[in-house]
């Protein structure tokens, strides 16, 4: 494959560097602490499993997942892409 004007190890540098982008925003995503024992948008009971099992649970499950697919983003390392260096 050519590669134009990008070093040997380019290509890999790109997926890790989209790799520890992704791991980074996952973590920082990730809740502490006591967890809610209502739902804080729908007042709805969170169970104790629930909240044994999740660190800072704040929402039910209806809830969460209704969150988790509002919550699109590419996953697309920008800062190496092709179409950015032919620009």
Known sequence: MATGWAGDGAVQDQI????KDAIERA???LRSGPG???CEECDAPIPEARRRAV???RLCVECQAAHDD???????NRRGSKDSQLR
């Open 16 to 19: 890790d560097a989209t790799v």
């Open 27 to 29: 973590r920082s995503q």
């Open 36 to 38: 809610l024992t209502h």
């Open 55 to 57: 660190p800072g649970v």
């Open 70 to 76: 509002g919550d699109a983003h590419s996953g697309y």
